[in-house]
């Protein structure tokens, strides 16, 4: 009885072992699956890159019909200072700023703004909203009246921010700076 269980187990890891060494990976499937995953990969760069230009051609269509100056970064965000502060100060990262604004799609269609939702006060690089806001204020100071034009991919990207943002929508700021303190580092 003894010898035929341990015959019984032997063989179960016969078949076991079996069974994995026939599900492992060899060479030739190994060569495809990178293949495959370059290919794969290949293919998101290009949609993204599509993408990209998709969206930049819809800012440029907005620039265009709104008749605004736009100074465009190399992040591909845009901006247009249509008030400017005559004496405020540069916004720098790690800087707290209070912001009035009004965010739209480039269809008109508005968003969210501080008339509803109260301003936003925020430290500039840190906290969690729009990449694009981050960076564009890096561009402004105290006071300043500004248009922001921000690629999706800097803003609410994919997915689009499940409310009122659809997804891959380049979105529109259109804010004002009320202040801008310096954060004190202890």
Known sequence: MALQSAFKKYWFLVVL????????????NIENDSFNKQKVKDQFVKANQQVVIKESDEMDYYQKSHEMPFVKTNSGIRYYV???????????????????????????????SSKTDGPKEFV????????????????????????ILIPSHLAHGLLGDSKKIPPMSPIIY??????VKKQSHN
Do not use: R, W
């Open 174 to 179: 259109d804010i004002e700076i009320i202040s």
């Open 82 to 112: 249509y008030s400017p502060s005559e004496k405020g100060d540069s916004i720098k990262t790690d800087d707290i700023i209070k912001i009035n604004y009004k965010v739209s799609l480039l269809n008109g269609t508005e968003c969210y």
């Open 17 to 28: 072992f079996a069974a994995f060494a026939a599900c492992g990976p060899d060479h030739q």
């Open 124 to 147: 500039v690089g840190m906290e969690n909203i729009e990449d694009g806001l981050h960076k564009a204020v890096l561009y402004l100071k105290s006071g300043d009246k500004a248009k």
